[in-house]
């Protein structure tokens, strides 16, 4: 996995059972290198194509504005504030590559949000 990538992966519901989630899109945003031999980790930030995000994004939402060129199926935006990090063993697949404006607005604002 490289930063960029747009994959697919099981990502947890938040304040839910445990073990509850889905698959669904993420953007990678950092990885460690492959086979490292300490643990491995993908950082990830979700990707959602509900309809209401897209058409209002709200704080700390990046509109993927060539959602097609990444392969996702409809309009999505990168939520920047749900990150989790993840292995490279739990990707179901690769899609595509985000563009690199939108990586680099992705990557500021969760900078943004996770400084510290």
């Known amino acids: 996995m ?11 519901f938040t304040g839910s059972q445990p073990g509850a ?10 990885a460690t290198a492959p086979g490292d031999p300490g643990d491995e980790a993908v ?5 959602t194509g509900a ?8 704080s700390g939402d990046v509109l993927i504005t060539q ?5 996702l199926k ?3 935006v990168i939520r920047c504030r749900r990150i989790w990090a993840t292995e490279r063993s739990d990707f179901r697949n690769v899609l595509g590559n985000l563009d690199a404006e939108t ?3 992705a990557r500021a604002e969760v900078q943004r949000y996770m400084s510290f």
């Open 2 to 12: 490289n930063a960029g990538e747009v994959g697919l992966v099981w990502f947890p």
């Open 21 to 30: 989630g889905k698959v669904r899109p993420v953007l990678v945003l950092a």
């Open 43 to 47: 950082v990830v930030a979700m990707i």
């Open 51 to 58: 309809a209401p995000r897209v058409a209002s994004p709200r």
């Open 67 to 71: 959602w097609q060129a990444a392969n």
């Open 74 to 76: 409809k309009p999505s």
């Open 103 to 105: 990586f680099t607005l």
